[in-house]
C-alpha cells in the first residue's frame, strides 16, 4: 500500500463535498430543492464569449504558454485601468490562471520556506477553505485571524510577533462569504504594513465587479501599491464562467516573474481558446452590469424577509452572498442548516466555512438559484416560522 501525504488525512472533506451529498438525497426522494450553497450561478455565459471561445478552438492545438498570449493580457491590463485607474504592465505585470481556486492554493509555494521559522500565512476567518489548504500543502503554518462586527479584516492589530513570523497575507474584499468591503484607507494601511514586515500580500478581489448599484464599488490594493502586492481576480462570478477556469493576477513585476518560474513546473496554464474567452470578457462591461442588478434583485427578495424578520444580515452591498446570523437562540448554524432542508432550502453552515469560533452561528446563501426560484424559496422558508 503506498505512504500518502499525512496532510491528505489531517484535512476534514472539502466542505461543499458534504453539502453536494445532502443535495443529492433531497433530489432522490422528489424533494424541491433551492440551493444556496455552492456559488455556481445558473444563469448562461453570455453567447459572444462562448462564440469566442469556440473560434479560436484550433484544428491542431499546441501547448499553450505560461504567460498566455498577447491578447488575454492587455485586455486585462485594459480592464484594470478603465475599472480601478491602474497601468499595470502587460507584459511584466500580469499573469493568466486556470481560475481564482488553483491560483489561491498554489501562491505559497511562491514564498514559503518549510524550513524557516517565518513560514506563516495569514487569512481572513471564516473565509475561502483553499487559503488554509494551500498554505499547509506548501509546508506553511496557516494562521488564521478571526473576523467579527463589520467583518473588515485590520491586520494591523494583529500581534507583532505573528507579522514578524508571516511570508503571505491574503485579504479578501469584497469577502467571501460576508460580502464586508475593505475601503480604500484600510487598503493603504494594510498594503503599507505589509511592506514593513516584508509579506507578500495578496489581494483576492475575485468578487471586485458584484456589487450593489449605488454603492461605491470595491477598490483594489493595487490602486495603493504594486511593490509587494499581488490582485487575483475571476471571471467566475462577473462574467459567469465558472467551468471555464479562467482569473488572473497582477501586480509587481518580480513577482509576476516568479510566478511564471513556478507555475511552469506543474504546467499550470490556461488553454489559448479560454484565453480567447477571457480577453472579449474583460473587454465588456456590459453583461457584468446587467449580472450585478439580476444578484441584486436576487437579494432584495431574500432580504424583504430577512428584514420583515429583523434578521441580521450582512453582505447587502457585494458579492454573490448574504450573511445571516442564526435567528434562533441556542441553535447551532449547522443544526440550522439542518432545519431548512426540511423545505428543501440548502444553505453553507457558517463553521463549515472557517476555522475558529468566528464562522460559527452564520450560514451563508449565494445567490445561485433563479430570480423565481429564489421567491419560492422565501415561500418555503416561510412556512417553517
Same mark, same amino acid.
Given at each position: 500500500?503506498?505512504?500518502?501525504?499525512?496532510?491528505?488525512?489531517?484535512?476534514? *472533506?472539502?466542505?461543499?463535498?458534504?453539502?453536494?451529498?445532502?443535495?443529492?438525497?433531497?433530489?432522490?426522494?422528489?424533494?424541491?430543492?433551492?440551493?444556496?450553497?455552492?456559488?455556481?450561478?445558473?444563469?448562461?455565459?453570455?453567447?459572444?464569449? !462562448?462564440?469566442?471561445?469556440?473560434?479560436?478552438?484550433?484544428?491542431?492545438?499546441?501547448?499553450? *504558454?505560461?504567460?498566455?498570449?498577447?491578447?488575454?493580457?492587455?485586455?486585462?491590463?485594459?480592464?484594470?485601468? !478603465?475599472?480601478?485607474?491602474?497601468?499595470?504592465?502587460?507584459? !511584466?505585470?500580469?499573469?493568466?490562471?486556470?481560475?481564482?481556486?488553483?491560483?489561491?492554493? $498554489?501562491?505559497?509555494?511562491?514564498?514559503?520556506?518549510?524550513?524557516?521559522?517565518?513560514?506563516?500565512?495569514?487569512?481572513?476567518?471564516?473565509?475561502?477553505?483553499?487559503?488554509?489548504?494551500?498554505?499547509?500543502?506548501?509546508?506553511?503554518?496557516?494562521?488564521?485571524?478571526?473576523?467579527?462586527?463589520?467583518?473588515?479584516?485590520?491586520?494591523?492589530?494583529?500581534?507583532?510577533?505573528?507579522?514578524?513570523?508571516?511570508?503571505?497575507?491574503?485579504?479578501?474584499?469584497? $469577502?467571501?462569504?460576508?460580502?464586508?468591503?475593505?475601503?480604500?484607507?484600510?487598503?493603504?494601511?494594510?498594503?503599507?504594513?505589509?511592506?514593513?514586515?516584508?509579506?507578500?500580500?495578496?489581494?483576492?478581489?475575485?468578487?471586485?465587479?458584484?456589487?450593489?448599484?449605488?454603492?461605491?464599488?470595491?477598490?483594489?490594493?493595487?490602486?495603493?501599491?504594486?511593490?509587494?502586492?499581488?490582485?487575483?481576480?475571476?471571471?467566475?462570478?462577473?462574467?459567469?464562467?465558472?467551468?471555464?477556469?479562467?482569473?488572473?493576477?497582477?501586480?509587481?513585476?518580480?513577482?509576476? !516573474?516568479?510566478?511564471?518560474?513556478?507555475?511552469?513546473?506543474?504546467?499550470?496554464?490556461?488553454?489559448?481558446?479560454?484565453?480567447?474567452?477571457?480577453?472579449?470578457?474583460?473587454?465588456?462591461?456590459?453583461?457584468? *452590469?446587467?449580472?450585478?442588478?439580476?444578484?441584486?434583485?436576487?437579494?432584495?427578495?431574500?432580504?424583504?424577509?430577512?428584514?420583515?424578520?429583523?434578521?441580521?444580515?450582512?453582505?447587502?452591498?457585494?458579492?454573490?452572498?448574504?450573511?445571516?446570523?442564526?435567528?434562533?437562540?441556542?441553535?447551532?448554524?449547522?443544526?440550522?442548516?439542518?432545519?431548512?432542508?426540511?423545505?428543501?432550502?440548502?444553505?453553507?453552515?457558517?463553521?463549515?466555512?472557517?476555522?475558529?469560533? *468566528?464562522?460559527?452561528?452564520?450560514?451563508?446563501?449565494?445567490?445561485?438559484?433563479?430570480?423565481?426560484?429564489?421567491?419560492?424559496?422565501?415561500?418555503?422558508?416561510?412556512?417553517?416560522?
Amino acid at each position: 500500500m503506498p505512504r500518502f501525504n499525512p496532510i491528505l488525512d489531517q484535512l476534514p *472533506a472539502y466542505p461543499f463535498v458534504e453539502l453536494d451529498r445532502r443535495k443529492a438525497a433531497l433530489k432522490a426522494a422528489g424533494r424541491p430543492v433551492f440551493d444556496f450553497s455552492k456559488g455556481d450561478p445558473v444563469e448562461p455565459t453570455p453567447e459572444f464569449i !462562448r462564440e469566442a471561445m469556440v473560434a479560436a478552438v484550433e484544428p491542431s492545438c499546441p501547448y499553450p *504558454a505560461v504567460a498566455g498570449g498577447d491578447d488575454v493580457r492587455h485586455a486585462i491590463s485594459e480592464y484594470l485601468a !478603465r475599472r480601478f485607474g491602474v497601468e499595470v504592465d502587460p507584459h !511584466r505585470g500580469i499573469l493568466p490562471t486556470a481560475g481564482s481556486k488553483e491560483a489561491v492554493f $498554489h501562491a505559497p509555494l511562491l514564498v514559503i520556506d518549510p524550513q524557516a521559522d517565518d513560514k506563516l500565512v495569514i487569512f481572513p476567518d471564516p473565509g475561502y477553505p483553499a487559503y488554509e489548504r494551500g498554505a499547509l500543502f506548501a509546508g506553511g503554518e496557516p494562521y488564521a485571524a478571526p473576523l467579527s462586527g463589520d467583518h473588515v479584516f485590520r491586520p494591523w492589530l494583529l500581534p507583532e510577533a505573528v507579522l514578524r513570523r508571516a511570508r503571505m497575507m491574503w485579504i479578501n474584499s469584497p $469577502h467571501n462569504p460576508s460580502g464586508a468591503v475593505t475601503g480604500l484607507d484600510d487598503l493603504k494601511r494594510t498594503v503599507a504594513l505589509c511592506q514593513q514586515y516584508d509579506i507578500l500580500l495578496m489581494s483576492d478581489e475575485t468578487y471586485a465587479d458584484i456589487y450593489t448599484e449605488g454603492t461605491e464599488p470595491p477598490r483594489s490594493a493595487l490602486e495603493v501599491s504594486q511593490e509587494g502586492v499581488l490582485a487575483l481576480h475571476s471571471l467566475s462570478k462577473r462574467s459567469g464562467m465558472t467551468g471555464y477556469r479562467s482569473g488572473f493576477l497582477a501586480g509587481d513585476p518580480a513577482l509576476i !516573474r516568479r510566478n511564471r518560474e513556478l507555475r511552469a513546473n506543474p504546467g499550470l496554464v490556461p488553454q489559448d481558446f479560454i484565453n480567447a474567452a477571457a480577453a472579449v470578457a474583460w473587454r465588456d462591461d456590459a453583461h457584468v *452590469a446587467e449580472r450585478r442588478q439580476l444578484f441584486s434583485a436576487k437579494k432584495a427578495v431574500l432580504l424583504s424577509l430577512f428584514r420583515e424578520q429583523g434578521y441580521e444580515v450582512i453582505g447587502e452591498s457585494a458579492t454573490i452572498y448574504l450573511w445571516l446570523r442564526v435567528p434562533v437562540a441556542g441553535l447551532s448554524d449547522a443544526d440550522y442548516a439542518e432545519s431548512l432542508l426540511e423545505a428543501g432550502i440548502v444553505v453553507s453552515p457558517g463553521s463549515m466555512l472557517g476555522l475558529t469560533e *468566528a464562522g460559527r452561528g452564520w450560514v451563508r446563501l449565494a445567490m445561485v438559484p433563479s430570480l423565481s426560484e429564489c421567491a419560492a424559496a422565501v415561500a418555503a422558508w416561510r412556512s417553517l416560522l
